[in-house]
C-alpha cells in the first residue's frame, strides 16, 4: 500500500512538474507572439524574428497536446518567418521590399473556396488515421492560416480579417485543450488584428496619395 502511495505522489509531482515547465514555456511564447504582432502591425521587419523564436517553442508544445496540425503549421511559421524577413527587406521593386497592397474580392473567393476543400480533405485524412483532436477544425485553422500567412509576407491588407476569423477557431481549440494563456492570447489577437487592418490601409491610402502627388509633380 505504502508502494502504491508513493508511486501516486511521484506520479502527481512528475504531472504538476511538466504542467509548470510547459506553462513557463507557453508565456515565453506569448512574449515572443505579442513581440510578432505588435511588430507586424507596424510593419517593422523585426516581427519576423520574433516569429521564428515564438513558433518554435509552439511547434513542441503543440505536438505535447496532440493538436498534431497546429505544430506542422508552426514549423511552416518558422520556414515562412524565413521568407518573411527576406521579402520584406530584400523583395519588391529594386530589391527595397515589398509595400502594403490589396487583392480584389474575385481572388479572395477562389483562395477561400480552394483552401476551404483542402482543409476538408486534410481533416478527413486526420480523421482517418491520426489521433489529433478537433481533426477538422484543426486542419481549417492550419489550412488557412498558411494561406493567411503567405498574405502577410507578400504585406496583402486583407490578411487581417482572416486572421480575425482564424483567432476565433483557435481560441475554442486552446480552451479545449487548457492552453489557457494561449486562448487569452487569440482573444487579444482578435482585437489587434482589427487595428492592424486599419494601420496598414491607413498606410496603403498615404502610398496611394504620395504616388500620386509624384505624378503631378
Known sequence: MTDLWLTLVESMNAAFGEVHVMTAWEALAVLLAMAYLLLAMKASVWCWAAAFASTAIYTVLFWKVSLLMESVLNIYYMAMALYGYWLWTQGGDKHQGVKV?????????????????????????????????????????????????????????????????????????????????????????VGLAVVGYFLWRTALADAREANALKLLS
Open 101 to 189: 497592397t490589396t487583392w480584389p474580392l474575385k481572388t479572395h473567393l477562389k483562395l477561400i473556396a480552394v483552401t476551404g476543400v483542402i482543409s476538408l480533405c486534410v481533416g478527413h485524412g486526420m480523421a482517418m488515421y491520426t489521433q489529433a483532436a478537433f481533426p477538422y477544425l484543426d486542419a481549417a485553422t492550419t489550412c488557412f492560416a498558411v494561406m493567411t500567412t503567405y498574405l502577410v509576407a507578400k504585406k496583402v491588407l486583407e490578411n487581417w480579417l482572416y486572421w480575425v476569423v482564424i483567432d476565433i477557431v483557435s481560441i475554442y481549440l486552446y480552451l479545449s485543450k487548457g492552453l489557457m494563456l494561449t486562448s487569452l492570447l487569440f482573444v487579444l489577437y
